[in-house]
């Protein structure tokens, strides 16, 4: 009897902790000790073990409840979960919000003797951190483009609650499953998004049109003020040009005036008779005019009979 006695005795005083786990061990109910993963030893009748899984990550579900995970999870909605997701936005409308919180125990201590029934509080939490942010934004918002922004906000409130309350719980991570309108005007809201969306399709498409167009106008434009400013840069260096060459012309007239009107004659006339067709030239007397002349109307008479 003694030995069966025994070894009852050391039976009860070996445990195992897995490696997900951590052992909190209490005396006559007050905590004295936590010990790692692996074989352990506690006073037989005196002291108690709570395996706290301090690695595994844990999740609470919103909206909905999944029934069979797997490949192909198959989730479940009643009227509590109704109840849950259904929230009150900023600007006076309804949403269906589902969501999951994952979190994992991070103080094995607090979580058990902080707080009471610590997920029902955090289930408690999520949902009126849950119903404070939704309230806070429209319903477009929730939606469509807040979605991301809800969730990292969520996440910060109800980890900085539980430090509050000593929960010794992480939120790691916070993912919005599903926002839907209410399903009575889910179509019309659906109508609304159709319409926001041909909107936008619209605002591009104007916007491509218009960066085609305004950059090749705009090219144009720098183009022919380009050409502008050349043209007048030529006329205004002929000018120049020519001033400067009157200018010189002038300074040498000063110097000699009858050799330069003389010689601007010449150019002059060596430019003109070229241009006028046939000349006579004659002296004062003119006595060989007439045989040239008549010459030149013998040549004219023959030329039209032929």
Do not use: H
């Amino acid at each position: 009897m003694t030995l069966l006695f025994l070894v009852v005795i050391i039976w009860s005083s070996i445990f195992q902790i897995s490696t997900e786990e951590v052992g909190v061990i209490t005396r006559f109910g007050k905590y004295v000790r936590q010990v790692e993963p692996g074989l352990n030893f506690k006073i037989p009748l005196a002291e108690d073990v709570y395996k706290v899984p301090v690695e595994r990550q844990q999740k609470i579900e919103f909206g909905f409840r999944t029934d069979n995970p797997g490949i192909d999870t198959q989730y479940r909605e009643s009227s509590s979960t109704k109840d849950e997701s259904l929230m009150l936005t900023g600007d006076l409308n309804l949403a269906e919000v589902q969501w999951v919180v994952q979190y994992r125990v991070d103080d094995a201590y607090k979580n058990l003797f902080k707080v009471r029934n610590p997920q029902s509080t955090l289930r408690i939490i999520s949902e009126a951190a849950m119903r404070q942010i939704v309230g806070d934004r429209t319903v477009n918002e929730v939606l469509t483009v807040g979605r991301t922004e809800i969730a990292s906000e969520l996440q910060l409130l109800i980890q900085e609650i539980c430090r509050e309350y000593s929960m010794g719980l992480k939120i790691e991570q916070v993912v919005l499953q599903d926002v839907n309108p209410p399903e009575p005007v889910k179509a019309a809201f659906n109508a609304v998004n159709e319409a926001q969306q041909e909107k936008e399709t619209l605002i591009n498409q104007a916007k491509s049109e218009y960066n085609k167009v305004i950059p090749k106008a705009r090219g144009q434009a720098e183009e022919t003020i380009q050409q502008a400013e050349g043209y007048a840069a030529e006329r205004v260096n002929n000018a120049d040009g020519e001033a400067a060459r009157f200018t010189a012309l002038y300074n040498e007239f000063i110097k000699a005036p009858e050799v330069t009107k003389r010689r601007i004659y010449l150019e002059t006339m060596s430019n003109v008779i070229p241009k006028i067709g046939n000349v006579v030239i004659t002296d004062q007397k003119g006595n060989s005019v007439l045989p040239l002349l008549q010459m030149q109307m013998n040549k004219k008479t023959v030329n039209n009979e032929n």
